[in-house]
T-cell receptor, first 114, second 112 residues
Framework: DVKVTQSSRYLVKRTGEKVFLECVQD?????MFWYRQDPGLGLRLIYF???????EKGDIPEGYSVSREKKERFSLILESASTNQTSMYLC?????????????FGPGTRLTVT | GENVEQHPSTLSVQEGDSAVIKCTYS??????FPWYKQELGKRPQLIID?????GEKKDQRIAVTLNKTAKHFSLHITETQPEDSAVYFC???????????FGKGITLSVRP
């Protein structure tokens, strides 16, 4: 059974703080993704990675960066948190070994920036 | 560029009725179309998918149909139950880096 975990379910940070969101998957998946979910806007891709140390910008990368030093771990970094980054953040992973592109999601981190 | 639109944005049906949710896409190279279900407070999960070489796929009470000419695909739920109440996301991909482009989601409410 695929397991994707995220470091926190709820997080409250102050404007200007540096924020780290961690995601770990245990199925040896090559691909990992970070999304933010806002009401009425669906799932918007921030960054993704298809290999260790590789990263690609998604649709809304501004204000974010990522790190993938190990295959199982993908970190999202908010260099200087702002109130408009208050959102639900979802991590996902998928395998290249099956032609299905199924993404397995983590439970989400609800981030509030005050 | 890639774009997926879902219609309608909300849908309310009576328990036992059928529900149909439609998505349109713009990239003719798209070859895989999944549907994800997200129950309140839970993570999105894949419920059914279809490849571009297939016109229809069924799994018990749910089915997905694909019309490549018109560039739309639909989720059909028959004999709806209260536990079908959720947000449903359609998505598409051309396969490049396994990246999915999601629609904005449709909130389905099944009235008991």
């Amino acid at each position: 059974d695929v397991k994707v975990t995220q470091s926190s379910r709820y997080l409250v940070k102050r404007t200007g703080e540096k924020v780290f969101l961690e995601c770990v998957q245990d199925m040896d998946h090559e691909n990992m993704f970070w999304y933010r979910q806002d009401p009425g806007l669906g799932l918007r891709l921030i960054y993704f990675s298809y290999d260790v140390k590789m990263k690609e910008k998604g649709d809304i990368p501004e204000g974010y960066s990522v790190s993938r030093e190990k295959k199982e771990r993908f970190s999202l970094i908010l260099e200087s948190a702002s109130t408009n980054q208050t959102s639900m953040y979802l991590c996902a992973s998928s395998s290249n070994r099956v032609f299905r592109y199924e993404q397995y999601f983590g439970p989400g981190t609800r981030l509030t920036v005050t | 560029g890639e774009n997926v639109e879902q219609h309608p944005s909300t849908l309310s049906v009576q328990e036992g009725d059928s529900a149909v949710i439609k998505c349109t896409y713009s990239d003719s190279a798209s070859n895989y179309f999944p549907w994800y279900k997200q129950e309140l407070g839970k993570r999105p999960q894949l419920i059914i998918d279809i490849r571009s070489n297939v016109g229809e796929k069924k799994d018990q009470r749910i089915a997905v149909t694909l019309n490549k000419t018109a560039k739309h695909f639909s989720l059909h739920i028959t004999e709806t139950q209260p536990e079908d109440s959720a947000v449903y996301f359609c998505a598409e991909t051309t396969g490049a880096n396994s990246k999915l482009t999601f629609g904005k989601g449709i909130t389905l409410s099944v009235r008991p």
